[in-house]
């Protein structure tokens, strides 16, 4: 008779087992129609497990990540039904629900076409109208690699085959004639998925390894309304328009040239943006207190030995041999943090001690993650180290917290923060590890903010706060992190003489706020569509004479703009002034001055705004002022 607690607290009791779909249907026939899979005891499973026992039940719709899944999972698997039987004889991979929809890999003699990614969307549309149920069952290893084998799915063997001699049972889900290896958890039935769309197909070695074939990934998303479709397809138009690597070339910001794959080329208006953003973030470091510091951006492999990145991060590390001594490029700044800190004896006075550095570190990215400036091979980490004792810690912690909510509400951006939690690959005591996970915790509770957990995703040296800024499509960034190390300073031998007059170890925190100086520049591209606020406008001002009686006067005020710190432009080519308007309006520049005969004999400007429009004729003194008021604030 179990005793089913659901997450409102309140409690159920069935005088027999019971599924979790019939405890839907019982609790409500909308939930049950809405309902995508449960979460029993923590776990994910499908509505068609049995509750034989005491337990703690929650319902996931499409509303929660957990239904999601499971929705994009069961869409991925009519994917590969529809595939199989469009092109028998298709070796079917691997095919997860991912964050926005689900893809699978799929080896096929014939490249597929745009054409036929229409025809697998018909045909599964076909196979979701058949409303075919969903059933699960479980072999051993031996006769699941006789069914596969049968089928003549080579991927599939080899994933069992990693399970053989454990004894471990393989589960299997079927629907109508297609039978695939998989975990679940799954839809009830192929009607529940409403709207489909297959969104595009791209290569992927098998296992993400080089040496392994290529295969064809496609990908697809899915809602439970038409609407629902329709708007995220209205999003992901919207996000080409966005595209950074589409307007960092229009706006003539930054360049990846064939010759430095991964390596992005500043141009002059994207160093200029660049630039600025380093310039406020000096500006704010050092009202924290921060000291700035530069490290090497080539150190031996001992220190990466010592650090630990040596064993646990070499693949991703560009090395060489100088002097019949191993060497590697920067991929982290911390470990020459560390050698600063040891420049001399620190004393308990000394401390915290705040380092900041914009460090330029390179990460042997595979060619197939490479995604403009977002996933590039070199970038500017705006990384800073904070020394301090243990009794420090929460109030340090608190102190980069408000360091990051301050700098993201420059920008406008709302965010969320994970907690992430000790991995399986760490170094360092566990009770060390709930110590400072703890302070973490703490520290982000008594500021009032709230937070999720990311179980296991921590550096393998401590645990962290991640900061998920959210942009104007909905889409998060992970920017900002905090990251709490007792390993390092006890691997580098860190010390400082306390108040005591002994030796003690500091604790470290690792962090920064834009993530990657190149990264954040291209959220704030696709954030505010190239059209950056005042502050930030590579060029602030374009001034157009009418003709080109008008250009000396032109001349003049560009140079009266700035020498008052104002970023302007002249665009003296014999086009016609509303030509030269919608230039400007395509560059994005926040403000145009049109100079005519009336603005020349009376030494006045006719002012345009990108986003307002005719704004009429100001004294120059008058738009300098405004326009200085505006970006002295870094208002938008």
Avoid at 180 to 200: E, F, I, N, R, Y
Avoid at 570 to 585: T, V
Avoid at 595 to 613: F, I, M, P, W
Wanted: hydrophobic share 40%; proline share 4%; aromatic share 10%.
């Amino acid at each position: 008779m179990p005793n089913i607690t659901l997450k409102d607290g309140s409690v159920k009791s069935y005088g027999a087992p019971i599924s979790a779909a019939d405890l839907c249907k019982d609790l409500s026939m909308g939930l049950y129609r809405a309902a995508c899979a449960a979460k029993v005891n923590g776990e994910d499973c499908d509505l068609r497990a049995m509750l034989n026992s005491d337990c703690a039940v929650e319902i996931m719709t499409f509303d929660t990540p957990e239904g999601k899944h499971a929705y994009w999972h069961t869409s991925a698997h009519i994917m590969a039904q529809a595939i199989a039987h469009l092109f028998p004889g298709a070796k079917f991979a691997i095919g997860p629900a991912i964050e926005n929809g689900f893809y699978y890999d799929v080896d096929l003699p014939q490249a597929l076409t745009p054409e036929d990614l229409e025809k697998i969307e018909a045909e599964m549309k076909k196979i979701i109208k058949a409303d075919l149920p969903l059933e699960r069952f479980e072999l051993p290893a031996e006769e699941a690699a006789k069914l596969m084998a049968e089928k003549g799915q080579d991927y599939k063997l080899e994933l069992i085959a990693e399970h053989a001699g454990k004894g471990e049972k393989i589960s299997f889900y079927q629907q109508g004639d297609y039978v695939d290896l998989c975990a679940g958890p799954h839809l009830m039935k192929t009607g529940q998925v409403k709207a489909v769309k297959l969104t595009s197909c791209t290569g992927a070695y098998w296992r993400a390894d080089a040496n392994n074939k290529m295969l064809q990934r496609v990908y697809g998303i899915s809602f439970p309304k038409a609407a629902e479709l329709e708007e995220h397809l209205a999003r992901i138009e919207e996000a080409k328009k966005r595209d950074h690597r589409r307007l960092g070339k229009e706006l003539e910001l930054f360049a990846i040239l064939d010759e430095g794959p991964g390596f992005p080329f500043f141009l002059p208006k994207g160093l200029t943006l660049k630039n600025l953003l380093i310039d406020y973030w000096r500006e704010i470091h050092r009202a924290a207190g921060y000291q700035e510091i530069a490290t090497p951006i080539m150190l031996n492999r001992a220190l990466w030995e010592r650090s630990g990145h040596w064993g646990h991060y070499k693949g991703n590390m560009y090395t060489t041999v100088i002097d019949e001594e191993d060497f590697a490029i920067k991929p982290m700044n911390c470990p020459g943090g560390m050698l600063t800190y040891k420049t001399r004896m620190r004393s308990y006075r000394d401390l915290p001690l705040r380092m900041g550095e914009l460090g330029l570190v390179h990460r042997n990215e595979l060619s197939g993650t490479l995604h403009g400036l977002m996933r590039a091979r070199c970038f500017t980490q705006d990384d800073a180290h904070i020394f301090m004792t243990p009794e420090q810690i929460k109030d340090e912690i608190k102190g980069v917290v408000r360091l990051i909510d301050s700098v993201y509400k420059t920008f406008g951006f709302e965010y969320h923060i994970e907690l992430s939690t000790m991995p399986e690959d760490h170094i360092g005591e566990l009770e060390t590890w709930e110590t400072a996970t703890a302070a973490l915790r703490d520290a982000v509770v008594e500021l009032g903010y709230d937070y999720v957990v990311n179980e296991g995703d921590g550096a393998f040296y401590g645990p962290k706060l991640d900061f998920h800024l959210n942009d104007c499509l909905g889409r998060t960034w992970q920017c900002g992190t905090i990251q709490l190390d007792f390993q390092m300073p006890e691997r580098f031998e860190l010390e400082y003489t306390g108040a005591d007059g002994q030796k003690h170890r500091p604790v470290m925190i690792h962090r920064v706020v834009f993530g990657s100086i190149e990264r954040f520049i291209g959220i704030l591209i696709e954030h505010f569509a190239g059209a950056f606020p005042l502050w930030l406008a590579p060029v602030q001002v374009k001034v157009l004479p009418i003709a080109e009686r008008h250009q000396e006067y032109a001349a003049s005020v560009v140079k009266q703009l700035e020498e008052q710190g104002l970023r302007a432009e002249l665009d003296a080519r014999s086009e016609k002034i509303g030509y030269k308007i919608r230039e400007a309006q395509l560059e994005k520049v926040p403000y145009m001055l049109v100079l005519g005969d009336k603005e020349a004999e009376s030494g006045t400007l006719s002012v345009r705004s990108r986003a307002e429009g005719d704004l009429g004729s100001k004294s120059a003194a008058e738009f300098i002022a405004e326009v200085q008021d505006l970006v002295s604030r870094r208002a938008f």
